[in-house]
């Protein structure tokens, strides 16, 4: 009779556990979807490599999560959804950028904060945008447009 409470009360610790984890999870990551954010948007000619769980950030912190990129059919462009907490009051000249973690590290959005007075309302869109730096084009570049120019020296 004593096996069965012992296993009875080993198993509820494991689900205790387990509802831990699973509550820290939906916490950090944002997942769950928090109320006390706001959803944001913005286009992108390219989306850099962005996926939901992106993070945003203002000044170097992470502020918000990217929740949903898909490509605009009638536009084709990248249409960005993202949340901000509710007490982040983002002017309307706001921009927004791709950022990198380095030359091999994943990419987050900057938020760049402008100076106007109106801020954005919940579900708008900032307009103001800079496209990730891709990094293999400017090699690319690089290698090509100095090639061409020594190719063109006239031998002496």
């Given at each position: 009779m004593s096996r069965g409470i012992l296993e009875t009360l080993v198993g509820a610790l494991v689900l205790v556990v387990a509802a831990g984890f699973a509550w820290f999870a939906v916490s950090s990551t944002g997942f769950g979807g928090s109320g006390d954010s706001y959803s944001l948007s913005a286009r992108f000619e390219n989306a850099g490599g962005m996926t939901p769980g992106t993070e945003v950030r203002l000044s170097g912190l992470k502020v918000g999560t990217v929740t949903a990129v898909r490509l605009d059919p009638e536009l084709f462009l990248a249409d960005v959804r993202f949340t901000v907490p509710n007490t982040v009051k983002l002017p309307v000249d706001t921009v927004l950028a791709v950022g990198s973690d380095g030359l091999l590290g994943g990419r987050y959005l900057k938020l760049?904060?402008?100076?106007?007075?109106?801020?954005?309302?919940?579900?708008?869109r900032v307009t103001r945008v800079t496209p990730p730096v891709d990094l293999l084009d400017l090699i690319g570049r690089a290698i090509f447009s100095s090639a061409g120019s020594s190719g063109n020296a006239a031998p002496r």
């Open positions: 760049i904060p402008g100076t106007e007075d109106k801020v954005l309302a919940p579900g708008e």
